[in-house]
């Protein structure tokens, strides 16, 4: 009933930049805090930056600076703009939200997107 969308991604050289979006879909009322995960090659799924339904943004350290969160609320939609990317942000990108929907009432989810694939080379 309800679905993360990524989109974005792609091959890059180091220093340079990329906008990833998440959007949401289904029968949506509200959604609580979104966020953006990776996961590199051969390692764990790691936490990068989370927005509140408020717009109150929170980093890891080595994305602080570099990475910008945002998120268009009436459209359903999170951004990631990622600037001065380095090789060490190469990994597959998820997004990740709560979301308030209705099914045969109000039920509460938290939802995964499929994944988009940044590649930084050096």
């Known amino acids: 009933q309800v679905r993360l969308v990524e989109s974005g991604g792609g091959l890059v050289q180091a220093g340079e930049s990329l906008r990833l979006s998440c959007s949401a879909s289904?029968?949506?009322?509200?959604?609580?805090?979104m966020g953006w995960y990776r996961q590199a090659p051969g390692e764990q799924r790691e936490w990068v930056a989370t927005?509140?339904?408020?717009?109150?943004?929170k980093y890891r350290d080595s994305v602080k600076g570099r990475f910008t969160i945002s998120r268009d609320n009436a459209k359903n939609t999170m951004y990631l703009q990622m600037n001065s990317l380095k090789p060490e942000d190469t990994g597959v990108y998820y997004c990740?939200?709560?979301?308030?929907?209705?099914?045969?009432?109000?039920?509460?989810?938290?939802?995964w997107g499929q994944g988009t694939l940044v590649t930084v080379s050096s």
């Open positions: 289904g029968s949506i009322f509200s959604i609580n805090a």
């Open positions: 927005i509140t339904s408020a717009g109150n943004t």
């Open positions: 990740n939200a709560g979301v308030w929907y209705s099914d045969l009432g109000v039920r509460y989810l938290e939802v």
